[in-house]
């Protein structure tokens, strides 16, 4: 079984930088991509990046593009998600969540029903 650990979540500036990560366990070669989502009161779950195990290619949402970086450390089975020039519209709860039967592809990424297994999330705030 494999489970995903968030961290790194805290209160910054607009305009500030975090960086949050996932930490794997457990079945580690069996996921085929990592994705982050976000949720903020009252909405729903929305997508923020994806990135496949295979190629490490990674999609994004509109909304963070040129902002938000994911990365991998394969050797430590984290995942990262760089986050400059922050708003407070960014402000949410932040999971990752690992597809274990199948790779999310461009029109589906950001389907949450797409991925199998999730973290606790960790609270990111942006505010001044």
């Known amino acids: 079984q494999l489970q995903l650990v968030e961290s790194g979540g805290g209160l910054v500036q607009p305009g500030g930088s975090l960086r949050l990560s996932c930490a794997a366990s457990?079945?580690?070669?069996?996921?085929?991509?990592i994705a982050w989502f976000r949720q903020a009161p009252g909405k729903e779950r929305e997508g923020v990046s994806c990135m496949r195990s295979s190629d490490g290619w990674t999609y994004y949402a509109d909304s963070v593009k040129g902002r938000f970086t994911s990365s991998r450390d394969n050797a430590k089975n984290t995942v990262y998600l760089q986050m400059n020039s922050l708003k407070p519209e960014d402000t949410a709860v932040y999971y990752c969540?690992?597809?274990?039967?199948?790779?999310?592809?461009?029109?589906?990424?950001?389907?949450?029903?797409?991925?199998?297994?999730w973290g606790q999330g960790t609270q990111v705030t942006v505010s001044s």
């Open positions: 457990g079945f580690t070669s069996d996921y085929l991509a």
């Open positions: 969540a690992a597809a274990l039967l199948a790779t999310p592809n461009s029109i589906r990424w950001y389907w949450p029903s797409k991925y199998d297994s």
